[in-house]
């Protein structure tokens, strides 16, 4: 790989993270691997929605994606040369079970069992997830996840995978963002299965709990050492003014997408504010389902990008003075960092993996093919301040997984919004490491990065990291 060209700004402060930090990148197995029906694997809710006509953006598919399912060799070398410690990916389960439930596909099983070896020989920790939206479509057939049946066939296929890779893969996640799967899939309809229905989605939410906490149990089953999360993405909220309307518009807004995941998961119970204002819609909850749902977890993923300023007339999507992302999503560091301090000192929580970080912009390319992604490089530097801000407050935060590797399929809106440290060009697929990438591989050998002298990042830095001084 050719030399880093990444030059620092003239440095005053040094930020450094604790030696075992876990430095990662993460992507999903529908958004890289393409391969969609070779080798056995049967049709996913992915492939059917976006072979659908009107549903994403230039009619892109997953079809091909980045070719990862024959390339993941090479994308395995790129990370071993840029020093990425810890590899999360997510299994394709229509790849493990054409049908979702029965005869299962070795094919399937192998590929994912080659990964794994490829990535220990590396020196690379695998981080499974189980669930990154591709549901078997034959699931669907029978109702997906408004079927509670569903969370069954969940946990027997986590079983079956953990047999098989449990031996050399410690850390898994059950499901990635519930809120998603629930609120774009069966609320909005943006996303697959396309589904337009409030109360469906909150059922839907409600199967996805259970069948994480079937599938926690699934996974320790076989191999106690197994290290059991779940990935969440966490908008944190600010009012738009101190208007009592706008601070309740903020908290509901959390409650809704946050607590009421976090609430079940970490204290057995639904925000009882908004069970109670959704009435009628609340989903059928069994008995038992509760502590199956609260159990102890290893881990807790977060994923995040950015956060939500509420007002009562709803969300505000212009901020004057901040700077916003592809994807049209505020670029927030601040809020990163107060989030996991406050959610560290509101719940009971498990050490955080941050599951999920990166942003989506333009990328341009040089005259010598180099991508000069200073936007990116800027962006996951001070998110990793605020990390480090957050572990000097107390907050475990173990590890961080930049999003993405690669560029990638950004599900309904196609392959235009670019997130990756390592650019994909779509029509060679040929790999090429940006300029975030090399930075970021700096980040790892020197357990940090040297940061511009700013009034925003000391005032962020806390006293110790003051005396860190170079
Ligand atoms: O690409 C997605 C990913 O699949 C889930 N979390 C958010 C990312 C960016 O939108």
């Known amino acids: 790989m050719a030399d880093s060209n990444v030059s620092f700004p003239t440095a005053e402060y040094c930020v450094t993270f604790p030696r075992n930090f876990l430095w990662g990148a993460a992507t999903a197995a529908y958004q890289i691997e393409g391969a969609w029906n070779e080798d056995g694997k049967g049709e996913s809710i992915w492939d059917r929605f976006s072979h659908t006509e009107g549903t994403i953006a230039n009619a892109d598919t997953g079809d091909t994606a980045c070719d990862h399912y024959h390339r993941f060799d090479e994308d395995i070398e790129l990370m071993r040369e840029l020093g990425i410690k810890a590899y999360r990916f997510s299994i394709s389960w229509p790849r493990i079970f054409p049908d979702g439930k029965g005869l299962v596909n070795l094919a399937g099983l192998d590929f994912y069992s080659r990964l794994v070896d490829k990535l220990l020989s590396a020196g690379i920790q695998p981080f499974a997830t189980l669930y990154h939206w591709d549901l078997p479509q034959k699931l669907q057939e029978l109702g997906g996840w408004t079927n509670r049946e569903v969370s069954s066939h969940f946990a027997d296929y986590a079983a079956v995978i953990s047999k098989h890779l449990g031996d050399r893969v410690t850390n898994w996640i059950t499901i990635n963002e519930p809120w998603v799967v629930a609120n774009l899939g069966f609320k909005t309809g943006e996303h697959a299965p396309g589904i337009k229905d409030e109360k469906v989605s909150l059922q839907v939410a409600h199967h996805l709990l259970v069948a994480h906490g079937k599938a926690t149990q699934a996974l320790r089953a076989d191999h106690a050492h197994s290290r059991v999360g779940i990935a969440l993405d966490m908008r944190p909220t600010t009012p738009a003014s101190d208007k009592p309307e706008d601070i309740q518009a903020a908290w509901k807004t959390w409650t809704r997408e946050a607590r009421w995941y976090m609430d079940p998961l970490f204290r057995a119970y639904y925000p009882p504010d908004i069970w109670t204002e959704y009435g009628s819609k609340v989903p059928h909850v069994k008995p038992r ?31 004057e003075g901040s700077t916003y992302t592809e994807m049209g999503w505020e670029v927030t560091p601040d809020a990163f960092g107060k989030m996991l301090i406050e959610i560290s000192k ?111 990042e000391l005032i962020a830095l806390t006293a110790a990291q003051r005396n860190d001084r170079r």
């Open 289 to 319: 389902d509760m502590s199956v749902i609260s159990q102890n977890l290893d881990f807790l993923g977060i994923n995040y990008y950015t956060r939500t300023v509420c007002s009562e007339k709803g969300p505000v999507t212009k901020v």
């Open 346 to 456: 509101e719940y009971n929580l498990p050490p955080i993996f941050i599951t999920e970080n990166g942003a989506a912009f333009k990328d341009i390319v040089g005259p010598n093919g180099e991508i000069e992604d200073q936007e990116r490089l800027v962006y996951l530097r001070d998110h990793l301040l605020q990390v480090r801000v957050a572990i000097e407050d107390g907050v475990d935060v173990q590890g961080y997984f930049v999003w993405s590797l690669l560029d990638n399929f950004e599900w309904a809106l196609g392959y235009d919004k670019r997130f990756g440290i390592i650019r994909v060009d779509f029509d060679t697929l040929k790999r090429t490491v940006k300029k975030s990438g090399h930075w970021y591989s700096s980040v790892i050998k020197n357990f940090g990065f040297a940061t511009e002298k700013s009034e925003h």
